[in-house]
Nanobody, 126 residues
């Protein structure tokens, strides 16, 4: 049974930092492309960041580039999203996602991922 479990969300003030974690079980983590998405109330789920199985290649949405950093530890079956300089517009439920699909281009569409975590709430107050 494949499971993705996020943690690390919370309520912070604008300018603060948070680190999200996502631990995967039930499949070989080192073979997976991993991603982070977010969904704000009344909005569609949107791409945040992705990372290749080796961790060498990362890709970011323009809205978070320079503030967020995606990383992974294959020995711990865990990916991370370090979020710095948080803004109120970053408020959303954050989801991690995985896929074994090989791709030379960044995987930025939700439909390209086959397993998802349950989500963790991030709220940034002004």
């Amino acid at each position: 049974q494949v499971q993705l479990v996020e943690s690390g969300g919370g309520l912070v003030q604008a300018g603060d930092s948070l680190r999200l974690s996502c631990t995967t079980s039930g499949r070989t983590f080192a073979n997976l492309n991993m991603g982070w998405f977010r969904q704000a109330p009344g909005k569609e789920r949107e791409f945040v960041a992705s990372i290749s199985p080796s961790g060498i290649t990362t890709y970011y949405a323009d809205a978070v580039k320079g503030r967020f950093t995606i990383s992974r530890d294959n020995a711990k079956n865990t990916e991370y999203l370090q979020m710095n300089s948080l803004k109120p517009e970053d408020t959303a439920v954050y989801f991690c996602a995985s896929t074994p699909t090989y791709s030379r281009r960044p995987l930025v569409r939700a439909a390209e991922y086959d397993y998802w975590g349950q989500g963790t709430q991030v709220t940034v107050s002004s």
